[in-house]
């Protein structure tokens, strides 16, 4: 695999003609401080290009965010970062007085000094790019899962609505019709800007982004304003980061403020959802409610999701108003959860008032943009057996996958997944005891395990299944810990009969396993189809699997 370097990767993110900007416009538009010290007067002739906080990708031209990190500061790198070819740096106080008493840079280089430089990176990057809320329209999705799906779904109601779309997430950017490859859920704020002048010379007029709890924590979303933010659902996740989930709903509500969105559209039925809507009323910001059949709303909705019926693996429902306007729609994802992911799509398109609610449905019944195909969203790679991938990586969201394929399975549900190393370990076990309860088959294997020991997080897992196999006495599952990854694909695919459904859970459209920081390639998509294809043929190998069956002649026999 040929990588690009940083500096690739960057230049990607950028409009292809490079903005020129005076760095005293860039001082007065972040409110900053420029010290002067050296050649004064180069200091104010100085023409910015972009902004980078990572002295490996920095480009000519480019002003240096010099941020603090995890670990290490920005600034450490600030002479790297200049011969890569920055025309100045942007720091806090501290950092500012220590390169001017190190001596480390040359002595007329600009130093922009400013209380909070991650937030004045985002309003550089916002002024140096020329970014604006209207073009493009930008429609913002959180919510612990369902952002990549919706974004989907938003995507291609702008498309039948006859827009020329932009989409910034997990899986890819797209300009138009130039796909860029993505970097991080939300990528920072400067290379944000940079995407969003790309998409303006490409002509794109909206666009659909998902919006992490760690672009708002970490300040990725500064300098932008939401036509519309949506909020899909709070479950457990990322404690890592958040440490509760308190903590963790805060930095989700501060995208639903007047400072980030022009309006907001919550789904309410939880209670987090409902203090959503409620702390995006108490800041001023307008917002629109909705509710599914399957939740429990603790208030009246707007919109209500009614008249759910499967229509093949999909579903038909009808999105009505209090006042009595409806809407009949269709998505062709399996799942209650991803009707509800088309209704805030769609809520969220009502929302933003584009067009009368009869040219709405018009785009529906003609183009069917709620049935897009979402890469490694409850992806049917196979049939008989049924054989899904999902990017399910959380409990709630094993929960859904689970509960979404059961109702069309007349045999058995197999489940093979893992969790991620070095994350929130304490939903492992609970992961664990979800699958057994869920599934008639589980298999445990790995996911991404970075720089953990691999074993160690499966029996992490593995406690959590084991725990709730034995309080399941006769209804327990079949159980095996199978490794590598491939190989339980393998084992899932030998099990399976033709009436059964094989799930693959937690990675979903990634093509790469990172193990001891080494990249190596598998995708489950594609491990799944070759096992189907080569099934005649069961000469396949299973060297690493243990069988952690329970004691149960009816659960053996199932085998």
């Not at 994802?333 to 009368?356: C, R």
């Not at 929130?424 to 992961?431: G, L, S, V």
Request: aromatic fraction near 4%.
């Amino acid at each position: 695999m040929v990588e690009n370097s940083p500096a690739d990767t960057e230049r990607e993110l950028r409009p292809r003609t490079a903005p020129h900007v005076s760095l005293d416009a860039v001082v007065r538009a972040i409110g900053a401080t420029l010290l002067e010290s050296g050649d004064v007067e180069r200091a104010h002739q100085v023409t910015v290009q972009g902004v980078c906080l990572n002295s490996r990708a920095v480009q000519p031209g480019d002003l240096y965010a010099a941020l603090p990190g995890a670990k290490r500061h920005g600034s450490e790198f600030a002479a790297q970062a200049l011969a890569a070819g920055a025309v100045g740096i942007l720091t806090d106080d501290d950092a500012a007085a220590r390169l001017q008493s190190e001596g480390s840079l040359p002595a007329d280089t600009p130093i922009i000094v400013t209380e909070d430089p991650r937030k004045a990176t985002g309003i550089a990057a916002q002024f140096i790019y020329g970014t604006t809320p209207e073009a493009p329209s930008m429609f913002g999705v959180t919510g612990t899962n369902g952002k990549t799906t919706t974004t989907y779904f938003l995507r291609a109601l702008l498309r039948a609505l006859g827009h020329k779309t932009g989409l910034i997430g997990t899986i890819e950017i797209v300009a138009d019709e130039e796909v860029i490859p993505s970097v991080l859920t939300t990528p920072e704020a400067s290379q944000l800007h940079g995407i969003l002048a790309r998409m303006r010379e490409s002509g794109v007029t909206a666009a659909a982004m998902e919006v992490s709890s760690h672009a708002i924590e970490f300040r990725r979303i500064e300098g932008l304003n939401f036509k519309v933010a949506g909020f899909s659902n709070l479950t457990q996740d990322h404690l890592d980061l958040h440490g509760t989930m308190e903590e963790y709903f805060a930095a989700k509500a501060k995208l639903f403020t007047p400072e980030f969105a022009s309006c907001g559209v919550v789904l309410i039925d939880s209670e987090w959802g409902a203090r959503i809507a409620q702390a995006a009323r108490d800041s001023g910001l307008p917002v629109i409610t909705f509710a599914t059949p399957t939740g429990t709303p603790t208030e009246a909705a707007d919109w209500t999701v009614a008249n759910v019926e499967r229509s093949g693996l999909g579903h038909n429902f009808s999105l009505t108003h209090r006042d009595g306007r409806t809407l009949r729609a269709h998505t062709g994802l399996p799942g209650d959860f991803n009707v509800a992911n088309a209704a805030l799509a769609l809520t969220m398109m009502v929302a933003a008032d584009l067009v009368p609610l009869e040219v709405l449905q018009k785009a529906l019944d003609e183009h069917d943009p709620l049935s897009a195909n979402v890469p490694g969203r409850m992806e049917v790679v196979g049939h008989e057996p049924a054989s899904i991938v999902d990017f399910a990586h959380n409990p709630d969201a094993m929960v859904r996958a689970l509960e979404a394929v059961r109702p069309g399975t007349s045999g058995r549900v197999i489940v093979v997944f893992g969790a991620t190393g070095e994350r929130d370990q304490a939903k492992r076990p609970i992961m664990g005891a979800i699958a057994a309860r869920g599934a008639d088959v589980v298999i445990v294997t790995d996911d991404d395990p970075h720089d953990e020991d691999e074993q160690t997080i499966r029996t992490a897992v593995m406690a959590g299944v084991l725990d709730e196999a034995a309080a399941m006495g006769a209804k327990a599952p079949l159980v095996r810990e199978v490794f590598p990854r491939a190989e339980a694909i393998e084992e899932a695919v030998r099990l399976a009969k033709s009436e059964d459904t094989i799930l693959v859970a937690g990675r979903g459209h990634e093509i790469w396993q990172e193990v001891k920081g080494v990249n190596l390639p598998l995708d489950d998509r594609q491990e799944l189809r070759d096992a189907l294809s080569a099934r005649s043929g069961f000469g396949i190998a299973h060297t690493a699997v243990q069988d952690h069956a329970p004691q149960s002649t009816e659960n053996n026999a199932a085998e």
